[in-house]
């Protein structure tokens, strides 16, 4: 390039909402690059939305953008590019004369203006259209993430080149040959050219200069190979070292007509069999969903330094790799992946079905439109070294075949890249095409589930959401069945089928298959986790840009109006720590797995929209939510994992403790000499402890490092006791909690209270005698009430309420744990704290939690489940008051079934030996109509 000309800043600006044309003169001035709606240009929007953020001056039509341009003596006659890095479908004039339309929206546009440039000043105008997209254009235009907006995002600028210059440069690494190929394009005369290249590193500690190399130009397009020499560095996760590759082109005079700079890394990303590779070395992809969502601008940053400081948290939670859902980020992104070592996923911006040309629902206009899209994204972004896998889509239907072309043409054009059909393609009725070189997804059938959560639309669940607690799962035999030869009922018929399909419902067409879908490729588990909190009403006044959260202001008027403002941060605290211990569980059981090459989860941040899933142990802002920090989370997610395998966290005094322990492990450096410290402890004392030397061959992968064995002692109370593993000399390290109960568990017999099994006249007659009552209903005469469900709610209930209703399926239980008064004397026998913990998987599961929205407002549950922000239930497990002359306990659980637990036997007898206290002493009085309206709508 010779040189470069900026036009950021103002530039006039008119809004054309009707699409009617340019109205002269210009309206008004904005900066650029920004949107429109940053500016806060338009009509302001009072609309309150609730599945989404609210984008305060949306605004879709036209948008005009002019300013004037002068250009130098010394440019005019050069070849002149005009480049919008980042934007909607433009048009672009110079003075009066129209130079043409370009409509990517993952690649910048770039405008040949030779033929139209003269000498001093010339009018430039840019109309943006954010309404005539070729295609929905996925999470780049909804406004469930970075909004519809309507601008220029990134770079502005007009390029100056000699009328001979370098093209489309590639560059090709060979990690074995430790060289690089480069082709590239040579525009203008050939004669006498030379091309010099020359390369160093520079962000190592041992700096890399490679000798300058000489090539003869030969043929317009060019193809060398340049040796970067045995010492060369090597680019991965682990040590990002990259060179700059330096391309200059020079005449016969000596001359430089042009040069080109770029950031290479020397690497090779691969599928080796069913694992993923850098370099030769097995890796394991710990991926984030990205959906392009920045809350203050409405609009992706085209900053390297706001893309550092992004991926750089999400690194610390030991994130490796990141998937964009229908989008590609700017090139910023991918710059500050190549410089942190972030493996980068780009998807097409697409969400819908891919058909043959024969098929009626075929627009052939829009199929051509994607499938450029992918080549402009591939020249756009492919040399960067972070840039290893690309995806066509999210929740493709359609045709294989077409899928399978698509897929042969991009490997074709450009083997830098490990390709795949799309994420989670044809949902119930997988299947793994002949060009894909790995597969992401959640099933290989309806029952054989790889990941730990589903909607209830895609019943069957997942075992986080169904199975008592343990650490024992994995999805090995999901994966690969233990008897592939014997596939007896695993066919799937053909026909029409009900899928969710975005946030709503459809009837799509599956084909007939037979047979056990068996994976020869990488299997990455597709958007795992989805695990909800409540909403963070503080998180309100953080919305100071493009961006407002009505939805968060209604969903805590909504809490007020039921009467339970003051518990929305207890609400939220206590459904994270929650969330918390799921996501433990959904990543754990992923390293567990030895068939599985790496997870994308979903999510590491909250996602705004899609009805409001704040699923994230970060806001929308990439913010602690003060649920855990990232040095405990990288405990259960990182490049070395240490796995307790144990059958469940409740033990009996006297029983006896086994434990596998497992080592997830893909660092470069083999662990040598090694040794495991493990130990048990209550806190204040250690109950048994040992050490094992870790043996293992140095290949990465799960290893399995030590046995423990140990007799539980003997205690009087129930007792939190923790596991602690450590490796010796490394940032290794586990902690598991577990729970001891005596081997006794003694509980009073119902004689100085009544064990009541329904609201009668007898239990008030027994209340007016001024005795103490227990209500353990029977569950199945609760009608006003809400089951029982240990995990938290998946993604957001009203999304996928609304999706069960208009499949005729059921809805989800939508709740989110619980809320706990853990220094109750009622209690006090049941160790608690105030979220929940596994202690409560047992009772929860064998309870409904009566709605006690008509109650009066000071009854405080005990033990109260938390609902979710659509409903607001105020829902009591364990409440109590005073009626007439006596006090009543009410427990909403299913004591026959969960008394043959420790747990269960521990929790009757806490509330049991409270009932037959003088601690027995509610704080709130109810008339015998109060608490009858309670049971008698409850009766069926």
């Not at 780049?140 to 601008?151: A, F, V």
């Amino acid at each position: 390039m010779l040189a470069c000309l900026r036009l950021e800043g103002s530039w006039s600006l008119q809004l054309d909402e009707g699409t009617k044309g340019l109205q002269l003169p210009f309206e008004e001035t904005i900066q650029l690059p920004g949107t429109t709606s940053y500016a806060k240009k338009g009509t302001r929007n009072d609309s309150v939305h609730l599945n989404h953020l609210t984008d305060e001056y949306a605004f879709e039509g036209f948008a005009w953008f002019s300013r004037e341009i002068d250009i130098p003596d010394e440019l005019h006659g050069q070849v002149c590019l005009l480049y919008l890095e980042r934007t909607r479908v433009t048009t672009v004039w110079i003075d009066d004369q129209e130079i043409g339309t370009q409509n990517s929206l993952s690649a910048p546009h770039v405008y040949d203006l030779t033929p139209y440039i003269r000498r001093g000043k010339q009018q430039i105008t840019i109309r943006v259209d954010n309404t005539n997209y070729p295609t929905k254009g996925g999470h780049l235009t909804s406004p469930d993430t970075q909004t519809n907006w309507n601008g220029i995002t990134g770079r502005i600028e007009l390029q100056f080149y000699h009328e001979t210059h370098l093209q489309g440069v590639k560059l090709f690494p060979h990690v074995s040959e430790r060289s690089v190929t480069i082709q590239t394009q040579i525009a203008g005369s050939m004669a006498g050219m030379q091309l010099k290249v020359s390369a160093e590193s520079f962000n190592v500690d041992r700096p890399h200069i490679v000798s300058e190399q000489v090539f003869i130009v030969d043929a317009a397009n060019l193809t060398v190979q340049y040796a970067l020499g045995d010492e060369a560095h090597l680019w991965d996760a682990e040590c990002p070292a990259l060179y700059k590759v330096t391309l200059s082109l020079y005449d016969m005079a000596g001359n430089v007509l042009d040069t080109y700079e770029a950031a290479f890394g020397l690497r090779e990303f691969a599928a080796a069999g069913d694992k993923f590779t850098i370099n030769g070395r097995v890796t394991f992809l710990r991926g984030k969903h990205d959906g392009l969502l920045f809350p203050l601008t409405g609009y992706a940053p085209t900053t390297v330094e706001e893309w550092l400081r992004i991926l750089g948290i999400a690194q610390s939670y030991g994130i490796n790799h990141y998937r964009f859902h229908t989008c590609c980020p700017p090139e910023a992104a991918f710059t500050a992946a190549d410089m942190l070592g972030i493996y980068m996923e780009p998807e097409l911006p697409f969400w819908g079905t891919v058909t043959d040309e024969g098929d009626e629902r075929h627009t052939e206009q829009e199929q051509q439109y994607l499938i450029h899209e992918g080549f402009a994204m591939l020249d756009a972004y492919g040399n960067h070294p972070s840039f290893v896998m690309m995806s066509l889509g999210n929740e493709l239907w359609g045709s294989k075949d077409k899928l399978n072309h698509i897929l042969k043409g991009y490997k074709t054009y450009d083997n830098r890249h490990l390709y795949t059909q799309g994420s989670n393609n044809f949902q119930f009725v997988p299947d793994i095409l002949e060009e894909e070189e790995f597969y992401c997804g959640v099933r290989f059938d309806r029952d054989r589930l790889f990941r730990g959560s589903y909607a209830m639309c895609d019943a069957p669940l997942g075992h986080i959401q169904t199975d008592r607690p343990s650490t024992m799962k994995d999805y090995d035999t999901a994966i690969i069945p233990p008897s592939v030869e014997h596939p007896a009922g695993s066919a799937l018929e053909g026909g029409l089928i009900q899928i969710q399909y975005g946030t709503e419902a459809r009837t799509v067409q599956a084909e007939h298959t037979t047979g056990e879908l068996v994976p020869h490729i990488p299997v990455v588990s597709h958007e795992i986790g989805q695990f909800a909190s409540y909403p963070n009403f503080k998180e309100i006044q953080k919305y100071t840009g493009s961006l407002k959260a009505r939805n968060f202001e209604v969903f805590q008027q909504r809490l007020a109006d039921k009467g339970m403002a003051h518990l929305a941060e207890a609400f939220f605290r206590n459904s994270g720590q929650l969330a918390v211990a799921c996501y433990k569980e959904e990543l754990e059981a992923a390293f567990r797995t030895r068939r599985l090459a790496g997870f994308q989860l979903l999510d590491l941040q909250d996602f705004s929209g899609q009805g409001t899933a704040l699923v994230g142990v970060l806001d929308a802002f990439m913010d602690s939510k003060g649920f855990i920090t990232p040095e405990e989370w990288r405990t259960f997610c990182n490049d070395a994992v240490l796995l307790g395998r144990f059958p469940k966290y409740q033990y009996t005094a006297g029983e006896s403790f086994e434990a596998r322990i497992e080592l997830a492990y893909y660092r470069s450096e083999p662990l040598s000499s090694a040794t495991l410290h493990w130990e048990l402890s209550d806190g204040d004392h250690v109950l048994a402890a040992g050490r094992a030397v870790v043996m293992m061959d140095g290949a990465s992968g799960v290893n399995h490092i030590a046995d423990i064995e140990t007799m539980l002692p003997d205690v009087n109370a129930m007792t939190k006791v923790s596991l602690s593993l450590r490796i010796k000399g490394t940032d290794i390290f586990k902690r598991y909690d577990l729970w001891l109960y005596p081997r006794e568990i003694v509980s009073v017999e119902p004689v100085e209270f009544h064990l009541a099994r329904e609201w009668t006249r007898d239990t008030e007659d027994r209340l007016a005698r001024g005795e103490n009552v227990v209500l353990i209903p029977n569950l199945n005469r609760l009608a006003h009430s809400i089951e029982g469900l240990y995990c938290t709610d998946f993604w957001c209930y009203p999304m996928f309420r609304s999706i069960s209703e208009s499949m005729n399926k059921p809805v989800p239980v939508g709740t989110m744990g619980l809320l706990i008064d853990n220094e109750h004397p009622s209690l006090a026998r049941f160790l608690s704290a105030t979220h929940s913990t596994y202690p409560w998987w047992s009772i929860v599961s064998s309870s409904r939690s009566i709605i006690l929205d008509e109650a009066p407002r000071g009854l405080s549950p005990i033990v109260q489940t938390i609902d979710n922000f659509e409903r607001n239930h105020k829902l009591g497990l364990l409440w109590e008051c005073k009626v007439l002359q006596g006090k009543l306990l009410v427990c909403t659980v299913d004591d026959e079934r969960i008394e043959g637990t420790p747990e269960g036997k521990q929790f009757l007898a806490s509330i049991y030996s409270y009932a037959a206290s003088e601690a027995f002493q509610p704080n709130i009085t109810l008339s015998t109509d109060e608490v009858g309206g309670l049971f008698v709508q409850n009766q069926l």
